[in-house]
């Protein structure tokens, strides 16, 4: 038998979800090969019947389910920030409405923070398409993403490392992002950063669920070529409109990131021995968002946002970051 203590919330956020993609991740949540969840969800108003339908009947199906429902629609981060507050057991994890859970990802996360004493487990993930045909074996490597352990990295400051339906985090994490929730405007990139200040970060090397690619999908899991086609595509292919694209969905969320991060310390009152670097990333990204054309301080890019297995995706953020105009010349030649 499972002790109470090892109860695991999940928060799960719907709002006007796809049925199929919304049954299939309740149903693999359900079964967990660890059965001692607590599945919260809130729904953010669906216009959608079948949604609130489909919620009540999985609610009435099974008490490990409690259901909430938004009066009016709040957005994400307020109906997140709103799962957070209603969670009460020690572990934490978050789901996304239409991924595919794999059966030991509870289970494998949960003894992975016992066994390292971390605040924080991140896992990898199988890229899926709608079918759940598989993409790419590892959205890790796929997407170059950096893999921390232990107390400290400056990565965890200076980049977002995982996305957050694949992590578990302690109580004492989640109460320190509500804390300071008016700051949190990303709760995948905070929750890494402070835990990696405290007790530590630990990642597991291997897909624990399956993380979806669809039509729907706005920036999430595609590549920097697929997002910039889509954004030429509304916005027009000019310098202008490429450099918009660059501070909009990449600078602007480097610093906005490190920002939320050096607050959620100064607030928490925490330190740590990365004080000097991190007020270098702040500025190193400031000057970046105000370069148009070159940008020679590429060392400080190597300092503070490489990692073994960065491969490609250094080449595409130094040319974005310190060369925007051979960049933008590149990409009209692709």
């Known amino acids: 038998m499972q002790k109470k203590e090892d109860l695991v919330d999940i928060l799960f956020a719907t709002y006007n979800t796809n049925i ?13 090969t660890h059965k001692n969840i607590h599945l919260i969800i809130s729904d953010d108003n669906s216009t959608q019947k079948e949604v609130i339908e489909t ?7 099974d008490k490990r389910i409690t259901v909430y429902y938004n009066k009016k629609n709040v957005g994400y981060i ?20 239409d991924d595919l859970w794999y059966k030991n990802k509870v289970k494998e996360s949960l003894e992975k923070l016992k066994k390292e004493n971390v605040d924080l487990v991140y896992s990898d993930a199988e890229q899926i398409d709608e079918k759940g045909e598989v993409l790419h074996n590892s959205y890790l490597k796929y997407k170059n993403m950096p893999i921390i352990n232990g107390r400290g990295n400056i990565l965890a400051f200076s980049r977002h490392i995982a996305i957050g339906c694949s992590q578990i985090i302690t109580k004492k994490i989640k109460e320190q992002i509500l804390q300071n929730k008016e700051e949190m405007m990303a709760h995948d990139w905070i929750s890494v950063y402070l835990a990696s200040i405290q007790k530590g970060v630990a990642c597991i090397e291997k897909p624990l669920f399956g993380y979806r690619l669809h039509t729907s999908n706005v920036f999430g899991g595609r590549s920097l070529k697929q997002n910039l086609s889509r954004w030429k595509q509304e916005n027009g292919g000019s310098y202008k409109a490429y450099i918009k694209y660059r501070d909009k969905s990449i600078t602007d ?10 607050k959620y310390k100064q607030k928490l009152k925490i330190e740590n021995d990365n004080k000097n670097k991190e007020e270098k990333v702040i500025k190193y990204y400031e ?6 054309i070159i ?4 060392y400080t890019y190597f300092k503070y ?20 105009l051979v960049s933008y010349i590149l990409y009209l030649m692709q």
């Open 295 to 298: 940008n020679l301080r590429i």
């Open 253 to 262: 969320s480097y610093l906005n990131g490190t920002l939320m991060c050096a």
């Open 305 to 324: 946002l490489a990692f073994k297995g960065i491969g490609k995706r250094a080449i595409k953020e130094i040319f974005l970051f310190h060369f925007p």
């Open 20 to 32: 199929q993609f919304l049954k299939i991740q309740i149903e693999s949540i359900l079964n967990q």
């Open 287 to 292: 000057k970046i968002k105000k370069t148009k």
């Open 55 to 61: 919620l009540k009947k999985y609610e009435e199906k």
């Open 78 to 97: 307020k109906n997140f920030t709103f799962l957070l507050e209603k969670s009460e057991a020690e572990y934490i994890m978050f789901s996304d409405h």
